[in-house]
């Protein structure tokens, strides 16, 4: 019988220390997680927790003051920048709460680029932005500037870009923090349906109708993890449906 496979994310005794003018001021405290292929994780905590940060450092954006990173069997926190960015490129994406598009790049080119990067073909990278777009309801807005999208349309736009390149796994940062109920539904209807096509996905959320959404709430508190728990009888249904999206926001 093969070993099983590793964990998409394994941390061990993780620690980030920032100084404020010389004072040592603690974010993240010794934390111990690991995330299985195909998880939903929403991390919560009030603000100031070390959410952010925790998700920051497991995609090589923040430097760990010290503790371990593992990602898919491999030590990740000791590769160089440039080692990190081509890790990156080829398995981790990224939402953030703010947008981050690249102004001068269409909405084509936005989410087109980091499939490209990774080695798609012209073609594929086409094809991928063209079904991502339709999912989001964007189509008809590719050959657009960012500046030319609303707020929620900018969103949606960068989840397209996230998942481009078919990433291993999904890094979220409150990704529907700054959206109205019908984008909210739109941003989380998609996240529902990679995840259920068996998208590893870690997310930041203040809002415990977001978390619902996962499989495991992992709750932080002055940079501790204080409770990791299931949501919901082990939570193997059929995972959430656009159906209970619009349920759980409508």
């Known amino acids: 019988m093969s070993p099983p496979p590793p964990p998409i994310v394994s941390t061990v005794n993780l620690v980030k220390i920032y100084q404020n003018g010389g004072v040592p001021v603690p974010a993240v405290r010794g934390v111990d997680l690991q995330v299985e292929a195909g998880q939903f994780v929403a991390v919560m905590g009030p603000s100031g927790s070390g959410k952010s940060t925790l998700v920051h450092m497991i995609g090589g954006l923040d430097a760990r003051t010290s503790g371990e990173i593992w990602l898919d069997g491999r030590r990740a926190d000791t ?3 440039s080692a990190w960015a081509l890790l990156r490129r080829q ?3 990224f939402v953030f709460q703010f947008f981050n598009l690249v102004a001068n790049m269409t909405v084509a080119d936005n989410v087109e680029l980091p499939a490209l990067l990774a080695g798609s073909s012209p073609r594929e ?4 932005r063209e079904y ?6 964007l189509a008809d807005r590719a050959d657009s500037a960012p500046s030319q999208l609303a707020g929620g349309e900018q969103q949606r736009v960068a989840l397209a870009r996230a998942l481009a390149n078919r990433p291993s796994l999904l890094l979220a940062d409150e990704p529907t923090g700054n959206l109205d109920s019908r984008n909210t539904r739109d941003v989380l209807r998609l996240l529902s349906e990679v995840h259920r096509d068996g998208q590893t996905i870690i997310m930041v959320t ?3 109708r ?8 992992v709750s932080l ?9 299931t949501v919901g009888p082990a939570r193997r249904r059929p995972r959430a449906t656009a159906g209970d999206v619009v349920e759980l926001r409508g």
Do not use: F, M, P, Y
């Not at 977001?210 to 709430?217: I, Y």
């Open 210 to 217: 977001v978390a619902s959404l996962a499989d495991r709430v």
């Open 132 to 137: 991502l777009l339709g999912e989001l309801g």
């Open 221 to 229: 508190l002055d940079g501790e993890i204080v409770d990791d728990g």
């Open 79 to 81: 590769l160089s920048e």
């Open 91 to 93: 398995k981790i994406g």
């Open 125 to 128: 990278a086409r094809e991928r």
């Open 206 to 208: 203040h809002d415990a």
